[in-house]
């Protein structure tokens, strides 16, 4: 069982992110951030929300 245990914890790893990878992570959510609020803050996107809220609330 030892060994067993001790062959688990060699093939485990690192467990969670370093800070150069939690720097990237969260780069990469900005820059999606970024790009979700280009695209729902356009006119013809915020038509469309209008008009489906406009249809829920009748």
């Given at each position: 069982?030892?060994?067993?245990?001790?062959?688990?914890?060699v093939?485990?790893?690192?467990?969670?992110?370093?800070t150069?990878?939690?720097?990237v992570?969260?780069?990469?959510?900005?820059?999606?951030?970024?790009v979700?609020?280009?695209?729902?803050?356009?006119?013809?996107?915020?038509?469309?929300?209008?008009?489906?809220?406009?249809?829920?609330?009748?």
């Open positions: 069982m030892r060994r067993l245990i001790a062959r688990l914890a093939l485990r790893g690192d467990e969670g992110m370093n150069a990878e939690y720097a992570g969260t780069l990469a959510a900005v820059a999606f951030a970024g979700l609020y280009k695209v729902v803050s356009s006119p013809g996107v915020q038509a469309a929300l209008t008009g489906v809220i406009n249809e829920a609330l009748k």
